[in-house]
């Protein structure tokens, strides 16, 4: 619709910038401006500009960088996937650049938390020259933990609340928000809930005949803890945790190797940074189930959102171990300045055993898959 508006304006001659938090981004509308204006317009991919033959032109830059939009004038300026943006972009740049022409601006994108989007967003309501929507993707609402259909005058009519519910049962409540019911979301808190009635688990001194165990493990010496945490992949039930720091390595080493021996482990996920690299290749090569996990903020997110739908779904049971209890309790998360989220524990703190019990419960998938192919 925006880009319709955009192109529309352009006819009449105008002048309008596009731009997008990365050059990816701004592609999208340079693409979706091709395909619907065809060869009456006259596109320049050195100067990303779209000439039409009234004399109105569309600009396309990146925003990843403000000061590439400086230096034009805007009868119009549309910012794509604005939570993404930097907030200079809009207030040292591109708003002084409409001042001369009283040009509009057009914000779209998904929430990132309560950042210069949401201020904006809010402040709308107040203001006799602007207008703000909130558009789900498809119309719910979520009620007591379901999702509820709510029908929406703005939603995607081609798709269904089926495939919408079908996403809302694997993913975290706080996501499913922000991405698909296009909310704002607290840049920081408590990430975990439900951490004390899922605390109910006891440990197991062995294995039960029949079952498949898989493991966590996040490595540490001095300052931080290894952990190593076992859950049950057929009941989703933490069945033992073993948390020690100040001891040699290959202590450490043989005390996960007794754990595999007790258990049976059938995959063991091991966090392969620093000094874990060393490590899982040894117990690789003696025969043991391990799979190297990289830490990175995407993949550590991918872990947490899982740890996090389990609670919410109730779909897992924890030992009730006051150091985890207390460390899943007091886990939290921060907005960056990029828009993602990190995760962590509360400076002075530790977050091993949540790390570790997260990588546990990733194991599961592993074996999901592997008993569906078996």
Same mark, same amino acid.
């Given at each position: 619709?925006?880009?319709? /508006? ?21 592609? +999208?509308?340079w693409d979706e401006t091709r395909h619907a204006a065809g060869d ?100 719910? $609402?979520?009620?007591?933990? $379901?999702? &509820? ?64 165990? +898989? ?11 290894? +952990?190593?945490? &076992? /859950? ?20 450490? &080493? ?63 049971? &924890? ?49 999901? /898959? ?5």
């Open positions: 619709m925006v880009m319709s /508006i955009a192109v529309e304006e352009a006819v009449k001659g105008k002048r309008i910038l596009w731009g997008a938090p990365t050059f990816d981004q701004v592609r +999208v509308g009456v317009v006259k596109f320049t991919q050195q100067r990303m500009t779209a000439e039409f033959p009234t004399g109105g032109i569309i600009i396309y830059r990146s925003l990843d960088d403000p000061d590439n939009a400086r230096g034009h004038t805007a009868d119009g300026v549309v910012i794509d996937e604005v939570g993404d943006v930097k907030e200079a972009a809009w207030y040292e740049v591109l708003r002084p650049m409409l001042i001369d022409n009283g040009g509009w601006a057009w914000f779209i994108g998904t929430p990132r938390g309560r950042n210069w989007f949401w201020r904006e967003h809010v402040q709308a309501g107040d203001r006799e020259d602007s207008i703000a929507w909130q558009v789900p993707t498809v119309g719910c $609402e979520i009620l007591d933990g $379901e999702l &509820v259909r709510k029908p929406h005058p703005l939603e995607n009519p081609f798709i269904s609340f089926k495939e919408l519910a079908a996403a809302f049962d694997t993913t975290a409540e706080r996501v499913f928000r922000q991405e698909y019911l296009a909310e704002f979301i607290e840049d920081t808190g408590g990430v975990f809930r439900g951490v004390k009635a899922a605390a109910t688990a006891v440990p197991l001194s062995q294995a039960i005949e029949g079952h498949r165990y +898989v493991m966590g493990v996040d490595w540490g010496k001095y300052n931080d803890f290894t +952990v190593l945490s &076992v /859950i049950d992949a057929d009941s989703r039930v933490q069945v033992y945790q073993d948390r020690f720091n100040r001891i040699d390595y290959t202590v450490q &080493v043989g005390r996960l190797r007794a754990l595999h021996e007790r258990f049976k482990l059938s995959t063991i996920l091991a966090e392969r940074n620093s000094m874990g690299e060393p490590l899982v290749e040894q117990l690789q090569r003696e025969g043991l189930p391990v799979e190297p996990f990289t830490t990175t903020n995407a993949s550590k997110m991918e872990i947490i959102d899982n740890l996090t739908l389990a609670f919410e779904r109730k779909n897992l049971s &924890v030992l009730d171990d006051p150091t985890l209890v207390g460390e899943l309790q007091a886990y939290e998360m921060t907005r960056l300045p990029s828009g993602m989220l990190r995760y962590s524990a509360p400076q002075g703190m530790h977050d091993d055993t949540v790390i570790a019990l997260a990588l546990a419960l990733w194991a599961c998938k592993s074996e999901e /898959i592997r008993f569906i192919k078996v």
